[in-house]
């Protein structure tokens, strides 16, 4: 019997399109994220793990948590690590368990504020702009992209 490693069957998307800065106002302690966030512009289904592929961009492991596989199209979940051939998930030797999983295609979910970045679960800065903490821990927005101070 032969076990395979899920095949990420999708790429995330990113959304170009500019949006003011937005900060909700609704309390979302109590319901998990929609969505995962990659990275400020790529968001995978809930529960799935963003994997970074080596040819820039990211996909979508169906696992999660898992262990992306080094070809970027493969993982494995969490606790299994990827072959030198990238096509079985083995754990101290021992393949996978669950046999072949299936390689159904599932469409990247898109987030409702497109063209913002994301700094926590409420508060969103506008594209071309930065998450910053300011001296009482509050977000801001930092005018420049890239920013990465803890202070202003």
Same mark, same amino acid.
């Given at each position: 019997?032969?076990?395979?490693?899920? @095949?990420?069957?999708?790429?995330?998307?990113?959304?170009?399109?500019?949006?003011?800065? @937005?900060?909700?106002?609704?309390?979302?302690?109590?319901?998990?994220?929609?969505?995962?966030?990659?990275?400020?512009?790529?968001?995978?289904?809930?529960?799935?793990?963003?994997?970074?592929?080596?040819?820039?961009?990211?996909?979508?492991?169906?696992?999660?948590?898992?262990?992306?596989? @080094?070809?970027?199209?493969?993982?494995?979940?969490?606790?299994?690590?990827?072959?030198?051939?990238?096509?079985?998930?083995?754990?101290?030797?021992?393949?996978?368990?669950?046999?072949?999983?299936?390689?159904?295609?599932?469409?990247?979910?898109?987030?409702? @504020?497109?063209?913002?970045?994301?700094?926590?679960?409420?508060?969103?800065?506008?594209?071309?702009?930065?998450?910053?903490?300011?001296?009482?821990?509050?977000?801001?927005?930092?005018?420049?992209?890239?920013?990465?101070?803890?202070?202003?």
């Amino acid at each position: 019997m032969t076990f395979y490693p899920v @095949l990420m069957t999708h790429m995330c998307e990113r959304d170009l399109e500019r949006r003011p800065m @937005l900060r909700t106002g609704m309390d979302q302690t109590d319901r998990a994220p929609a969505v995962v966030y990659c990275d400020n512009y790529f968001t995978c289904p809930n529960g799935y793990t963003c994997c970074r592929h080596p040819h820039g961009g990211w996909t979508c492991c169906p696992y999660s948590p898992a262990r992306c596989c @080094l070809d970027g199209y493969h993982c494995c979940p969490y606790g299994y690590d990827c072959d030198y051939t990238y096509t079985h998930c083995i754990r101290r030797g021992v393949p996978y368990p669950f046999g072949s999983p299936s390689l159904l295609p599932v469409p990247a979910d898109k987030s409702a @504020l497109h063209g913002v970045i994301r700094c926590d679960s409420s508060f969103y800065c506008s594209k071309g702009s930065s998450c910053c903490k300011g001296p009482t821990g509050q977000w801001r927005c930092c005018p420049y992209p890239l920013v990465g101070a803890s202070t202003m």
